[in-house]
């Protein structure tokens, strides 16, 4: 059968034109969806990285713009998700109390926040652009650069400080700040950048050197306070005994005199060492029972001598509805009257001084007593009242230079009634006089150990066998006449080693020992004996001018029973000799002292 070529071919054309158009359909339609592609999703993507790069080199401003017609609404929202990201960082970034900061390869700010703007002293945005370098003092600026740099190629470097006190910036005012840094590696692709987290140390450090001055204070009032308690106990001590021997009245007076000003001198060195101890927060209360009579009777033995050198009438009143045993702290309540009550005879040329007790509100066994110490003295103005209980102070600098005093009295005062549960206030009027008032609570106590006060001494403690560690002749002196004088036996040891040779041969009911000794201080003398026997098979106590409370807890630890001060407090040191004869001598009987 015979064919025509082109019809046989006919069929092969229909198709191969109809794939060709398929063709140019499917690239159309291609065409179609990379433009579609392009409109919705590439354009968008590329528009949004693009702003995030921005962010990222520090245009805190860069935002997506949601009105673009760019987006579709899957788009539009992965761009407000991405402005509400931002926002939310740059809100974290912008609200810590820490400065931060970011630092690209080459050293250059590129972020910062408001806090690190503030520690610095830079207003916002003015630091970028500038090298790190800028807040680093000029003595540290190329180490910096060594450190910077092994930090960026390694991702670490010693640059922090744990303390605060060996790491500096540097303020635009050119003010070296202490700081403390911490450093943290951002790595995006194949670029490197620094994030600084920068904290102002000042306020620390301040606060270390303050605690650092108050030590080498604290020091400085221990040394003072033992070279000076050590003669004074010679001189109150021997005062005391001499004033037990039959003498002729004017002897007598004058060596109540020298007795007066010793104690009065010891009074100025305590007022020192409480006020070093109240700002330290070591100052302790007491509790004990006490007879309120014995405190106003001493306190008129020792205001009335110096009110009648002046020609005043000094009075003290207490309420005979006053119980005649009290529990609370009598040392501090005795200091407290003796500052106002000497304060008032001071400033006081003509008239009276007065000390009035009552009985306030009482409830069971605990009631409260109201103190006031009126003068006629010269009074104050507001102004001067308003200064009147800071430390060191006096009203005026006419009155220190007329009545003397170190201005620690009133300040020391009103803390310690502040201790003890009550608060001091002041009534005063110019050229009239003033009214010190304060209201304390006590508790109803027991009749504790009295003196004779008629003879002068104290209940016999017959056979108390001490051994007294003392190298001092004079203070041996004192000790051993105010020990015999009680009953006791005393044996004495010059140094810490006789001490122990002595304890090695001899039985004794209590060792008085002291601290700073030859060939072996008190400390170690203790700590050797207590190889042999413990505190309840033998009692040691330190007798010493050391009046700090590191010295009694480093007497504790050396295994000490207990830690009493020099100049000796005669009935102070019977009543823990009456423990040791009883059987009950108490660690922590002087807290104290």
Same mark, same amino acid.
Not at 74 to 85: D, G, I, K, V
Not at 475 to 488: R, T
């Given at each position: 059968?015979?064919?025509?070529?082109?019809? =046989?071919?006919?069929?092969?054309?229909?198709?191969?034109?109809?794939?060709?158009?398929?063709?140019?359909?499917?690239?159309?339609?291609? =065409?179609?969806?990379? #433009?579609?592609?392009?409109?919705?999703?590439?354009?968008?993507?590329? #528009?949004?990285?693009?702003?995030?790069?921005?962010?990222?080199?520090?245009?805190?401003?860069?935002?997506?713009?949601?009105?673009?017609?760019?987006?579709?609404?899957?788009?539009?929202?992965?761009?407000?998700?991405?402005?509400?990201?931002?926002?939310?960082?740059?809100?974290?970034?912008?609200?810590?109390?820490?400065?931060?900061?970011?630092?690209?390869?080459?050293?250059?700010?590129?972020?910062?926040?408001?806090?690190?703007?503030?520690?610095?002293?830079?207003?916002?945005?003015?630091?970028?652009?500038?090298?790190?370098?800028?807040?680093?003092?000029?003595? #540290?600026?190329?180490?910096?650069?060594?450190?910077?740099?092994?930090?960026?190629?390694?991702?670490?470097?010693?640059?922090?400080?744990? &303390?605060?006190?060996?790491?500096?910036?540097?303020?635009?005012?050119?003010?070296?700040?202490?700081?403390?840094?911490?450093?943290?590696?951002?790595?995006?692709?194949?670029?490197?950048?620094?994030?600084?987290?920068?904290?102002?140390?000042?306020?620390?450090?301040? &606060?270390?050197?303050? =605690?650092?001055?108050?030590?080498?204070?604290?020091?400085?009032?221990?040394?003072?306070?033992?070279?000076?308690?050590?003669?004074?106990?010679?001189?109150?001590?021997?005062? #005391?005994?001499?004033?037990?021997?039959?003498?002729?009245?004017?002897?007598?007076?004058?060596?109540?005199?020298?007795?007066?000003?010793?104690?009065?001198?010891?009074?100025?060195?305590?007022?020192?060492?409480?006020?070093?101890?109240?700002?330290?927060?070591?100052?302790?209360?007491?509790?004990?029972?006490?007879?309120?009579?014995?405190?106003?009777?001493?306190?008129?033995?020792?205001?009335?001598?110096?009110?009648?050198?002046?020609?005043?009438?000094?009075?003290?009143?207490?309420?005979?509805?006053?119980?005649?045993?009290?529990?609370?702290?009598?040392?501090?309540?005795?200091?407290?009257?003796?500052?106002?009550?000497?304060?008032?005879?001071?400033?006081?040329?003509?008239?009276?001084?007065?000390?009035?007790?009552?009985?306030?509100?009482?409830?069971?066994?605990?009631?409260?007593?109201?103190?006031?110490?009126?003068?006629?003295?010269?009074?104050?103005?507001?102004?001067?009242?308003?200064?009147?209980?800071?430390?060191?102070?006096?009203?005026?600098?006419?009155?220190?230079?007329?009545?003397?005093?170190?201005?620690?009295?009133?300040?020391?005062?009103?803390?310690?009634?502040?201790?003890?549960?009550?608060?001091?206030?002041?009534?005063?009027?110019?050229?009239?006089?003033?009214?010190?008032?304060?209201?304390?609570?006590?508790?109803?106590?027991?009749?504790?150990?009295?003196?004779?006060?008629?003879?002068?001494?104290?209940?016999?403690?017959?056979?108390?066998?001490?051994?007294?560690?003392?190298?001092?002749?004079?203070?041996?002196?004192?000790?051993?006449?105010?020990?015999?004088?009680?009953?006791?036996? =005393?044996?004495?040891?010059?140094?810490?080693?006789?001490?122990?040779?002595?304890?090695?041969?001899?039985?004794?009911?209590?060792?008085?020992?002291?601290?700073?000794?030859?060939?072996?201080?008190?400390?170690?003398?203790?700590?050797?004996?207590?190889?042999?026997?413990?505190?309840?098979?033998?009692?040691?106590?330190?007798?010493?001018?050391?009046?700090?409370?590191?010295?009694?807890?480093?007497?504790?630890?050396?295994?000490?029973?207990?830690?009493?001060?020099?100049?000796?407090?005669?009935?102070?040191?019977?009543?823990?000799?009456?423990?040791?004869?009883?059987?009950?001598?108490?660690?922590?009987?002087?807290?104290?002292?």
């Amino acid at each position: 059968i015979k064919m025509d070529q082109a019809e =046989v071919y006919k069929p092969y054309l229909t198709l191969r034109n109809q794939l060709a158009m398929l063709l140019v359909l499917i690239a159309f339609a291609g =065409v179609l969806f990379a #433009y579609y592609i392009a409109k919705h999703w590439s354009r968008p993507l590329h #528009y949004l990285t693009a702003v995030a790069d921005s962010i990222r080199r520090g245009d805190h401003t860069a935002r997506a713009d949601l009105k673009s017609e760019l987006f579709d609404q899957e788009t539009y929202q992965l761009a407000r998700s991405l402005n509400e990201m931002t926002d939310e960082l740059l809100q974290v970034f912008e609200s810590s109390l820490s400065g931060m900061l970011i630092v690209d390869r080459d050293g250059q700010i590129i972020q910062s926040n408001r806090a690190l703007d503030q520690i610095f002293g830079y207003e916002p945005g003015e630091l970028i652009g500038q090298l790190v370098e800028t807040l680093v003092p000029n003595s #540290y600026r190329d180490q910096h650069v060594t450190h910077r740099g092994h930090f960026t190629e390694k991702g670490n470097a010693k640059m922090g400080s744990q &303390r605060g006190l060996d790491l500096f910036g540097l303020s635009k005012t050119g003010k070296k700040i202490p700081i403390e840094v911490g450093l943290s590696m951002l790595i995006h692709d194949e670029e490197r950048r620094t994030l600084a987290t920068v904290v102002d140390v000042t306020d620390r450090v301040q &606060r270390i050197q303050e =605690v650092e001055m108050q030590k080498e204070k604290d020091r400085f009032f221990a040394h003072m306070s033992h070279e000076i308690r050590t003669p004074m106990n010679g001189v109150i001590g021997l005062s #005391y005994l001499a004033l037990r021997c039959d003498t002729t009245p004017e002897v007598s007076e004058y060596l109540e005199k020298i007795k007066q000003s010793g104690e009065f001198l010891l009074s100025i060195i305590n007022d020192i060492l409480d006020f070093s101890k109240i700002e330290a927060g070591e100052l302790r209360i007491e509790k004990i029972d006490f007879e309120l009579r014995e405190i106003l009777e001493k306190l008129s033995n020792i205001l009335a001598f110096q009110a009648s050198d002046k020609g005043l009438i000094f009075k003290v009143n207490a309420a005979s509805s006053i119980p005649k045993y009290l529990k609370g702290d009598p040392v501090r309540l005795q200091q407290v009257l003796l500052n106002l009550t000497s304060n008032a005879v001071k400033f006081t040329e003509r008239g009276d001084v007065r000390v009035e007790i009552q009985l306030g509100q009482q409830l069971d066994s605990a009631m409260e007593l109201q103190f006031a110490v009126h003068d006629t003295g010269i009074g104050m103005n507001p102004e001067q009242m308003s200064r009147l209980f800071h430390s060191f102070s006096q009203v005026d600098k006419s009155m220190a230079r007329k009545y003397g005093g170190t201005g620690l009295g009133l300040a020391i005062s009103k803390e310690l009634v502040r201790m003890m549960g009550g608060e001091i206030s002041v009534e005063s009027e110019q050229n009239k006089g003033s009214t010190f008032s304060f209201t304390l609570p006590f508790e109803l106590g027991e009749s504790p150990v009295q003196m004779n006060s008629k003879s002068g001494t104290y209940p016999v403690l017959e056979g108390l066998r001490v051994l007294l560690a003392e190298d001092n002749r004079i203070n041996q002196l004192v000790a051993k006449e105010i020990l015999l004088s009680i009953g006791a036996e =005393v044996v004495i040891a010059g140094n810490g080693q006789e001490a122990v040779d002595a304890v090695e041969k001899n039985l004794f009911d209590i060792v008085l020992m002291d601290i700073q000794m030859p060939e072996v201080d008190g400390y170690e003398a203790t700590r050797r004996i207590r190889k042999q026997l413990s505190p309840t098979e033998l009692p040691i106590v330190a007798m010493t001018a050391h009046a700090m409370k590191e010295d009694k807890e480093k007497s504790l630890s050396a295994g000490m029973n207990d830690h009493i001060l020099k100049p000796i407090d005669i009935k102070k040191l019977h009543r823990m000799l009456l423990q040791v004869q009883l059987g009950s001598i108490d660690p922590t009987a002087n807290d104290d002292e």
